[in-house]
């Protein structure tokens, strides 16, 4: 299996990025094309020890930076790691694109660029794969369509599903709508209007779910427009930051409880552990005709060579054929009844 | 000042409420008039040492349980003590109305009941006071509207930034409108189309807000559609919970952790009452014509006697009339040129 990695994507390029690279030809038997400035690629590749490792280097000349505007850097940067890479997978030549770089730009580029959409797909859409202490959650769309149509989100939840069965080996995973209330007809216009269409999806449909219930472990796939999404996202991270931070500064505030942190550690280093965003690696983007992953900017070694993993899977399940499928099956291809508001 | 509290709102009552009637009374020197089943309510309050407390009872039969539909309650059960209550307040026999019960039925009896809407006001707003480890966050629509038009937002903009000013205190409350990013331009359509009127209202204005910088102190007014707004709120206390329950768990896994978590009790304490829903009180419900507080379900009496403070400083910094001076000054009870899809 070949895996295209961007060289130029994570906020200290190319260090983490290489060094994923290097650690997943490594451990999962994969040859990483790296894609980026040749000699800077190079000179970094050569600080490890890479004998017998299947890693290669692509030059791209031009690097998608985080002020790119994700609209233009499709025609702007022609050249760009990002966009040469994801060549790469459209001319057959790899299996996967991996990136920590400017997730717009990414999206942009996949959907306008090389890639395309898959036959049918109305919108791609940006999936969190969201690690909790119990389960993993799949949660879609997170960015990607701020307003969405009930018909878009249809299509998110059989993506989803799809991903959560072929790439996490999740067996008929139950997806949910985000929704205020658990009861039939709780919602808004949107939700409301899409729960009809979900039930008759080939997918396991469980109904409205609230935020408390998905974190629970209540639902494997958690659909919604990309608004809610961001919010849900952007809360559920921002929140754990905040117990988090205030209970070390809380800790600091006397010798006693110094030492009990001191003592607590390990248990303070698994909850750590067991949320670690960096423990899955990326975000999929689910619908262009190729398999993207999308990892966070932040992403150090461990990070990157996770999202590589990330796509293995997912091209190990076929992810792409199946989403196809699965979109088939349900006719979620048709006519699109309903456009967002 | 005399403030209402209905005696048979939360989940036990009318323990919790009795009790945090008296221990208001005590403290805040107000009148409480507690409304219910009067020999149940007489016989509770027969328990405390209630001389020179000014307590009363109003009679009322019938109980708003958490199974009443919000949408008949009001004709269904004309005799609850949540009618009964907030008549008192109509009728000018009380200056303000405190609940734990059933929200959906206390805002539907608010609306179409007794107190109705101020004039101008389109929708009522339920409001969450969410105490956080550095500050106060107003958040608004929780939950009254799940679709809403930029009128409507405009207006809980107004109402939030008045409840901010005259019943906590805030100077200048900086109001932000929740969303996927803090460029302008961001956003979904609602939000777009909501920027332009918050930027002309006589209000402290922002900009956008992700969640990130609302919970870390970057606004004190947080204003989005009842949908969003219950997501933002759910999914905060679910991951808040969620943290804690892990590192809960973890803890008890060896001695030395447990022996640690023992030495750093008082943080474990200070942050759980740092982030303590209960120290608030309740949710006010703006833009019906009298001052309302919906307190949790599961309220103790500490949670009924701060949602009696908080409607004691709504009535003190006359809310109400400051509500209808806000509105007329931006014109925002003018014609409405959208509404919801």
Redesign the interface.
Known sequence: MRIVLDGMGSDQHPVPDVEGAVLASREYDVTVIITGQKPLITAQLKRYDTRGLKVEVVDAAEVVTMEDKPSVVVKSKPRSSMHVGMQLVADKQADAFVTMGNTGAAMSIATLGPLRRIAGVKRPSLCAVVR??THTLIALDI?AN??ASPAWLEQFAIMGSVYGERALGIARPRVGL?S?GEEEGK???L?RATAPLLKRAAINYIGNI???EA??GGADVLV?????G???L???????????N??RD??K??V??M??????????K??RK??DPFETGGAPLLGVDGVVIIGHGRSNAKGVKNAIRQAKLAVEGQLIEQIRAGLAQTGATQNESHT??
């Open positions: 909790l202490p960015g701020a307003d985000l205020n919602g808004c216009e939700t609230e935020p408390k974190l629970r919604m427009d990309g608004f809610a961001n919010v849900f952007k809360t559920l991270e921002a929140s754990t930051s905040l117990v988090s205030t209970l809380e800790l505030r006397s006693f409880t030492l009990g942190a001191l003592l607590a550690k390990p248990a303070f698994r909850v067991a949320m967002p508001a």
